[in-house]
């Protein structure tokens, strides 16, 4: 079985600051993805960022990278310069390469302060 | 390419009934889920199907049925619905190999009272 972890509930960021998400995941199998999905208001899913299991290096995509440490089994996402339309919810995420079925954590809420 | 849509977007239920969530995606994506979110939680996986006459349970599938004739559609249905389920449907698809994303449909909101 797969679990995600997301262990603040809530975050409160200043404007062009940067910010950190943390994840830490369990599984069992050799071969995994992790994934980051923001949920805005709006309620719809966007994908934000992936990380394979063997990519040597930490996944980038514009503003947000993947700050992932595979001993210590985390996976947090790093936002550089917040802006205010980053306030959403943030999920982690965590599939095998098999039946790819995603298993999500309980998400953090990111608020960004003018 | 309209990617992942689902019907209705809204709906209540009395206890009970039955109804059936539509999901439809045009990428031609042999996977396709069905999520839940309760309020102030994550998606849990109801059911999914890793193509045409393929189905298998998820994490929550108790109270609900799916099939998947087509490769484009991906229906949710939910017999006898009971105030547990009031929740939010997501449906998602991707295509087979490791590491892409999954698309996920604008979701429906349904209430059982």
């Known amino acids: 079985a797969q679990k995600i972890t997301q262990t603040q509930p809530g975050m409160f960021v200043q404007e062009k600051e940067a910010v950190t998400l943390d994840c830490t995941y369990d599984t069992s199998d050799p071969s995994y993805g992790l994934f980051w999905y923001k949920q805005p208001s709006s309620g719809e899913m966007i994908f934000l960022i992936y990380?394979?299991?063997?990519?040597?290096q930490n996944a980038t995509e514009g503003r947000y990278s993947l700050n992932f440490q595979k001993a210590r089994k985390s996976a947090n996402l790093v936002i550089s310069a917040s802006q205010l339309g980053d306030s959403a919810m943030y999920f982690c995420?965590?599939?095998?390469?098999?039946?790819?079925?995603?298993?999500f954590g309980t998400g953090t809420r990111l608020t960004i302060i003018p | 390419n309209a990617g992942v849509t689902q019907t209705p977007k809204f709906r209540i239920l009395k206890i009970g009934q039955s109804m059936t969530l539509q999901c439809t995606q045009d990428m031609n994506h042999n996977y396709m889920y069905w999520y839940r979110q309760d309020p102030g939680m994550g998606l849990k996986l109801i059911y999914y199907s890793v193509g045409a006459g393929i189905t298998d349970k998820g994490e929550v599938p108790n109270g609900y049925n799916v099939s998947r004739s087509t490769t484009e559609d991906f229906p949710l249905r939910l017999e006898l619905a009971a105030p547990s389920q009031t929740s939010v449907y997501f449906c998602?698809?991707?295509?087979?190999?490791?590491?892409?994303?999954?698309?996920f449909g604008p979701g429906t909101r349904l209430t059982v009272l």
């Open positions: 998602a698809s991707r295509r087979a190999g490791g590491g892409d994303e999954q698309f």
């Open positions: 995420a965590i599939s095998n390469f098999g039946n790819e079925k995603l298993t």
């Open positions: 990380q394979g299991s063997y990519d040597q």
